[in-house]
């Protein structure tokens, strides 16, 4: 999806999963998603996914 310039879906699409899947996510993997998200261009479409009600300390 990167590869074609739907990074905002690709965002949305990995903050899904982790939603209906409930993955519990690690602070560092979460700041690796932001992180990703930020030099994509997509950081709003992560954030409004709610993900980081599943972060965890670990």
Known sequence: MVENDET???MDDIG???Q???FPV???EYQ???HAAQ???SLDS???TGVE???IDG
Do not use: K, N
């Open 8 to 10: 905002e879906l690709a």
């Open 16 to 18: 899904m999963l982790i």
């Open 20 to 22: 209906y899947f409930q």
């Open 26 to 28: 690690l602070r560092s």
């Open 32 to 34: 690796d998603l932001v």
């Open 39 to 41: 030099l994509l261009d």
């Open 46 to 48: 992560l954030i409004d």
């Open 53 to 55: 009600r599943l972060v």
